[in-house]
């Protein structure tokens, strides 16, 4: 499975985007690392370019949750996005918030995965229930469509 991955925005901080290609890796994706200092459109240029599934956002300093504002709308310029599996996670407000609070405003911004100060094996420990989980729906529908 292809993964597109970055840090968003103006954030430079490059060690856990290192440490995030790395364990993709070693998990058996595909990984299209555009590293720091990437922005919204980026992303989506290169997971229409790439073909990926999956694409895995970054924020160290906080800044992601200005940019996010901007998922939904760009989602739909690019069209034909509507599978894309989209996760997000780091430091994702500038300062302290409650995850129960950070968490339902990006799903709302349009990411399916959300993790605030989550590490980052338990993420993506997540990552792969989420497509196992959607990988049995898809079957149930295409049954129960035949
Ligand atoms: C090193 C560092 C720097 C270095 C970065 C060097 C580099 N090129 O990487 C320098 C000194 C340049 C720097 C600058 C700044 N920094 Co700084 N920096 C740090 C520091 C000390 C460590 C970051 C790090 O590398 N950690 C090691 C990695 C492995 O851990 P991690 O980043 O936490 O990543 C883990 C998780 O977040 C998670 N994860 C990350 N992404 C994702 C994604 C998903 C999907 C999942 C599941 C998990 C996940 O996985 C990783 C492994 O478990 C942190 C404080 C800290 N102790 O964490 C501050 C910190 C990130 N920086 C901070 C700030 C504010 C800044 C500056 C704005 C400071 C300033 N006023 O100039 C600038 C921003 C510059 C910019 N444009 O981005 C803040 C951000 C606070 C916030 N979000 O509100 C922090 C938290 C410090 C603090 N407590 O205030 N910084």
Redesign the pocket.
Known sequence: MKVVTGVVG???????NR??ELSLNARGYEVFNLG?NTYLEEFFDAVVETGAEVL???????EAEGWSREVKLLKAKYKHLDNLIM?????L????ANAEDIIPKYKNYGFD?V?H????N???D?LESFIKDREVKDRDTKESNE
């Open positions: 103006n954030d430079i901080h490059v060690v856990a440490l995030i720091v895995l956002i970054s924020s160290l300093n906080g996760m997000i996670g780091g430091n407000v500038v300062g302290s995965i993790c100060q989550v590490d980052l338990t993420g993506l997540l």
